[in-house]
T-cell receptor, first 118, second 113 residues
Framework: GAGVSQSPSNKVTEKGKDVELRCDPI?????LYWYRQSLGQGLEFLIY????????KSGLPSDRFSAERTGGSVSTLTIQRTQQEDSAVYLC????????????????FGPGTRLTVT | AQTVTQSQPEMSVQEAETVTLSCTYD???????LFWYKQPPSRQMILVIR??????QNATENRFSVNFQKAAKSFSLKISDSQLGDTAMYFC??????????FGKGTKLSVKP
């Protein structure tokens, strides 16, 4: 079966522009996560969607960041008015949370989108 | 707040030898999950091994095993018979009641021929 996919794989944008990053989770996975990986900060949690519940946005670094998940599947992470410090790899992961057992908590990652803000 | 600490930024090992990567964490929760992920230069995060906190038995997956010491909040990864393909960044991760993973800073492992 297909894994988690993300697009684009690389994105170069000018400072001040908006960008959208897309994530397609594994079919049937109810939970979806966004993380950011940068040299200075390591791997940081951004946002977490679980089924129809309100998302956990506690990791979003500023109000320029937002995300939505349509139909419980595909998710889009939007960064408005990009800044150079937004340059990083954005990773998406999905899991089966809620079905019980350790396997339901395993998160499967996509290949990431490398964002470069010039 | 939970934290995960990997105290070895870089390590190297000769092919076929054994290496142990350290990880400690801090939490007040009693039920949680711990994971080791591998990230090769391709950037793809790959799950290596997982451990449930309420299980005393250490997890094992082929050449990979963990030493889980709950009281000490320690979760080290042992790689036996190291192979060139094991060269990667290794991340220790904690999952508690919040849902998301909390990662350590990673250990860069180089396997030398």
């Amino acid at each position: 079966g297909a894994g988690v996919s993300q697009s684009p794989s690389n994105k170069v944008t000018e400072k001040g522009k908006d960008v959208e990053l897309r994530c397609d989770p594994i079919s049937g996975h109810t939970a979806l996560y966004w993380y950011r990986q940068s040299l200075g900060q390591g791997l940081e949690f951004l946002i977490y969607f679980q089924g129809n519940s309100a998302p956990d946005k506690s990791g979003l670094p500023s109000d320029r960041f937002s995300a939505e998940r349509t139909g419980g599947s595909v998710s889009t992470l939007t960064i408005q008015r990009t800044q150079q410090e937004d340059s990083a790899v954005y990773l998406c992961a999905s899991s089966l949370v809620g079905t019980g057992g350790l396997s339901s908590y395993e998160q499967y990652f996509g290949p990431g989108t490398r964002l470069t803000v010039t | 707040a939970q934290t995960v600490t990997q105290s070895q930024p870089e390590m190297s090992v000769q092919e076929a030898e054994t290496v142990t990567l350290s990880c400690t964490y801090d939490t007040s929760e009693s039920n949680y999950y711990l994971f080791w992920y591998k990230q090769p230069p391709s950037r793809q995060m790959i799950l290596v091994i997982r451990q449930e906190a309420y299980k005393q038995q250490n997890a094992t997956e082929n050449r990979f095993s963990v030493n889980f010491q709950k009281a000490a909040k320690s979760f080290s990864l042992k790689i036996s018979d190291s192979q060139l393909g094991d060269t990667a960044m290794y991340f220790c991760a904690f999952r508690g009641s919040q849902g998301n993973l909390i990662f350590g800073k990673g250990t860069k492992l180089s396997v030398k021929p």
